[in-house]
């Protein structure tokens, strides 16, 4: 009788528990074993890709040899009958080589998202990871200490900010683990997306960012009086954080103002809840703006409108 969706969900969800108890023993073989026929691993990040089950098995082999206690800690789980997605943290000692990089003896531990697919028979046919290898190579020390230390490729000097994973917004194409030494590096930056620098991120969602005027009420002038200016901007982060944002900026000010606050946020909707509740206390009327980088603004000038005044 074949599985409901459900059952299925449940099964595929145990092959990657268990899968994922296998790597926290260390275990290449075991892991292994939760593998099918047809096994491929997508390190995203780097752009390695293995296939067969020989090339997953090397994949592990090194990385459990740069990470020789690994430990994964499962957070999140996402689950339907066609894939499993879990959101974990990765910890462990850089002990070992690692894409030819050498060892630092540095703690490590970053999140990582992997997404597991099934072949017919509900075994894994492949793990893809999702992770900042940008703050891989900084938690290791790696940027640091390459930086202390230029290599000579192919008859020129790199630096650490030339080496793939450093977030110098120079994007290479990583080389075969271990062939690091005497390849050249390409750039890549026509294959890979740039993350805008000036972009905030909160918990990886993209942050706009806005301006808050507030005007206090008489009530609210008083509750400012018996608070204090700190107890104010403490209770304005909290808000601002309770819907998914972060607060940039606090600041009272002289004039029909009385306060001003920059705060990233992730959307329209947020920002009309925030205003929602702040002016239904009676207490304090305000109002936002959403800011426009420059960057934007040129943007902007480049694009073409078709318009026509009236009675133009």
């Known amino acids: 009788m074949p599985l409901t969706e459900a059952e299925r969900a449940h099964a595929r969800k145990a092959i ?9 023993l260390h275990d290449v073989e075991a892991t292994m074993a939760t593998f ?15 296939t ?14 740069a990470l020789p206690d690994l430990a994964i800690e499962v957070t999140h789980w996402h689950i339907n009958f066609e894939s499993v997605v879990a959101e974990v943290i990765i910890r462990g000692t850089h002990l070992g080589p690692w894409r030819g990089l050498p060892a630092t003896g540095r703690r490590l531990e970053f999140p990582l998202c992997g997404v597991y697919s099934f072949d017919a028979d509900d075994k894994l046919a492949c793990e ?17 200490s390459l930086g202390r230390n230029k290599r000579r490729v192919r008859g020129r000097s790199m630096s650490a900010c030339e080496l793939p994973g450093t977030s110098s917004g120079l994007i290479t194409r990583p080389e075969p683990p271990g062939h690091l030494a005497g390849a050249q590096l390409r750039c890549r ?47 304005t982060e909290k808000a601002i954080a ?9 600041y009272f000010a002289l004039g029909d103002v009385d306060a001003y606050v920059i ?50």
């Open 16 to 24: 990657v528990d268990e899968h994922i108890r296998c790597e926290n």
């Open 36 to 50: 099918g026929m047809d096994a491929s691993y997508d390190d995203e990040p780097w752009a390695d890709h293995r």
């Open 52 to 65: 067969g089950r020989d090339g997953v098995r090397s994949y592990y082999t090194e990385l459990m040899r």
């Open 128 to 144: 893809r990871i999702y992770y900042d290898r940008g703050t891989v190579m900084v938690r290791t020390d790696l940027v640091r």
């Open 189 to 235: 930056t026509d294959k890979m997306p740039r993350v805008n620098p000036k972009t905030t991120y909160v918990k990886g969602i993209a942050m706009a960012k806005y301006l808050v005027q507030a005007r206090y009420t008489t009530e609210g002038a008083k509750g400012l009086l018996a608070d204090g200016g700190t107890a104010r901007r403490a209770a």
């Open 242 to 250: 309770s819907v998914g944002g972060k607060m940039e900026a606090f």
């Open 263 to 312: 705060a990233d946020l992730p959307d329209d909707a947020s920002v009309v809840a925030l205003e929602l509740v702040v002016n239904a206390t009676g207490r304090v009327n305000s109002s936002t703006v959403k800011l426009i980088t420059p960057e934007d603004v040129d943007k902007a000038t480049k694009k073409a409108v078709a318009y026509r005044a009236p009675g133009g």
